[in-house]
């Protein structure tokens, strides 16, 4: 069984991009995704329109990742058109290409780091620092990680995380922060003064929402899930914090399709330019992938996932709040 780099080495194979097929699933995607949205404002049923909105939520999750591979330089490496569809779909799902790749090529970086890794992923603290904190600076922590910011990514994450903090704390870096939120309002604005409240709701708040919901989840859930460890920066290696800290959640086919793959994470995080695409091929021909720590969506794994708060060296394992003699 290979590790180390011989591990890392062993998926290179996989991280060859075939071009047809990268524009293929890009394209593919982004016309699902427009006909969804085509009958959401054109259908005479409400029900058949609520469906439509709820799918093209669940398309905008995979064309999501497809943008996140883009960033990666794992799919479609300095085409123009690529960059320019990425870059209006960023500005749509206020995600901009800025902040987006700034901070998650530091999570890449620092993934399970108990310092430094806050940065483009979910705090974390251990036992011993969560009980330092002042009363207000426990509320926040927990309210990061709470089921409610996750459920309301849209506003929490999305809005102020990624478009108003980045612009505030970086200006001329993150300039397009503003551009991304005049171009998601201006458009949200055209669809309801054409379309009506509701309508456009359906039609383009609804699916954006769930979106990020779903994606807020999953990018929690795969980093913090039973199982998972965290080391500080002497024990900290990066082989570790991909097959360690990183987590293979099982889901059906159309899951899997439906995310394009990132379930596969503990895979993406061993080697990121792997195309999503592929990932499943390296899991089946390599074995040492197959050993993957695992969650899943259903329920009470989801809540099992929600109950994780802090870092106990001790135990090595997450704990929740309770029993921290905290009130």
Known sequence: MREGKALI?????????????????????????VVLHLIVFNADSLLLQLAAGVVAGLVLVRFFVIYHDFEHHSILRRSRLAAMI???????MIIPRSIWKRSHDHHHDHNSKLFGSSIGSFPIVTKKKFLSLSPTQRKVYLFIRHPFSILFAYFFAFVYGTCIRSFVSSPKRHWDSVIALVFHYTLGGILIYTFGW??????????????????????????????????????????NAALNSSSYMRMSRIMHWFTANIGY????????????????????KMPELQKAKETSLHPLEIVRCFRL?????ETRQMVGVRGLGTR
């Open 198 to 239: 509701w309508l456009a709701f359906i039609g383009f708040f609804l699916p954006i929402m769930l979106a990020h919901t779903l994606g807020s989840y999953l990018f929690y859930a795969q980093h913090n899930f039973p199982g998972v460890t965290f080391e500080d920066r002497e024990g900290w290696t990066y082989i």
């Open 309 to 313: 708060k802090v870092w106990d060296p």
């Open 86 to 92: 990425f870059t209006v779909y960023g500005w749509y």
């Open 265 to 284: 994470h503990h895979i993406h995080h061993l080697n990121s330019r792997i195309p999503f695409y592929r990932l499943p091929e390296a899991y089946d």
């Open 9 to 33: 080495l062993a998926t290179k194979p996989f991280a060859k991009e075939f071009r047809a097929k990268s524009w293929i699933y890009t394209i593919s995607t982004l016309i699902i995704g």
